[in-house]
């Protein structure tokens, strides 16, 4: 059974190490410096502790297995800022032996449930990532058409979901 948790400090350092195997095949493919698997404690410290991120533990059968963040305010590669209502999916990260069995949509689809009044919502990836896609597409986000090449090689795939109804939650 798959559920979520708002994060805590006491969860970083491991939600570090899931994080670090969970990109590390990504970085090995494009060397991006932005990586996560690259970032330190203080990558996952400083977003607990700000107001323009809103971070969660994903759990399978009570054992973290992952994390996920949306960013809250300010601009993404591909929104110059956001508005009320609009959120970015900036990071979904499962573990290895967990990927491909749907954990991740699943943990999209119930974090949604705890974003005030979302409207809009957005997230980017390489675009080469079927994988990606996929879990994208099945949580409901669909192509915008829009890409931006961030590194040679490297072109981020512009995806958004549009929230028709109403949903009340944490934020």
């Known amino acids: 059974m798959i559920g979520i948790r708002l994060t805590t400090e006491n969860e970083v350092n491991e939600l570090l190490e899931i994080q670090r195997q969970a990109f590390l095949p990504i ?60 959120y970015y ?25 705890h974003l005030k009044n979302p409207k809009k919502l957005y997230v980017d990836f390489p675009e080469k990532l079927q994988k990606n896609r996929r879990c994208y597409e099945k949580a409901g986000y669909c192509d915008t058409g829009k890409r931006l090449e961030t590194e040679p090689g490297m072109v981020l795939a512009a995806f958004e ?6 949903k009340f939650g944490l934020l």
Do not use: W
């Not at 990071?91 to 449930?113: C, M, W």
């Not at 979901?161 to 109403?166: D, G, L, Q, S």
């Open 27 to 86: 970085y090995e493919e494009y060397h991006d410096e932005g990586n996560p698997c690259l970032r330190g404690r203080e990558d996952i410290t400083c977003r607990l502790e700000s107001p323009n991120f809103l971070y969660f533990t994903i759990l399978c059968d009570g054992k973290t297995v992952g994390g996920l963040m949306y960013k809250i305010k300010g601009k993404t590669p591909f929104v110059e800022k956001l508005g009320r209502g609009e």
């Open 89 to 113: 999916l900036s990071r979904v990260y499962v573990l290895p032996e967990n990927q491909g069995k749907g954990v991740a949509t699943q943990a999209i689809l119930l974090s949604e449930k």
């Open 161 to 166: 979901k549009t929230i028709k109804h109403k």
